[in-house]
């Protein structure tokens, strides 16, 4: 069993920066794929980006270049950093721990991008 445990959500106005952490629980964190996806309201959830266990790296084509996705294995850590956000943004941010048979789930920071 995984526990994943995110931080870093909150207000921000359009054009701030927000990094959202997720420390997860357990052994051989390093050997999974990692992500973040989000969901707004009256919205399907939606990838944002993932990193192999190899440090690569894939984006929802419409957020590169403003988020970068990073880990860090000795700390269990995943890591999003937001930047030049937009209301768009606007969602609930979930952390996502690949593995089989079925993947865990943070249970959501709230990322609001508002004036």
């Known amino acids: 069993q995984v526990q994943l445990v995110e931080s870093g959500g909150g207000l921000v106005q359009p054009g701030g920066s927000l990094r959202l952490s997720c420390t997860a629980s357990?052994?051989?964190?390093?050997?999974?794929?990692l992500g973040w996806y989000r969901q707004a309201p009256g919205k399907q959830r939606e990838l944002v980006a993932v990193i192999s266990s190899g440090g690569s790296t894939n984006y929802a084509d419409s957020l590169k270049g403003r988020f970068t996705i990073s880990r860090d294995n000795a700390k269990n850590t995943v890591y999003l950093q937001m930047n030049s956000l937009k209301p768009e943004d606007t969602a609930v941010y979930y952390c996502y721990y690949a593995s089989s048979p079925r993947p865990y789930w943070g249970q959501g920071t709230q990322v609001t991008v508002s004036s």
């Open positions: 357990g052994t051989f964190f390093s050997l999974h794929t």
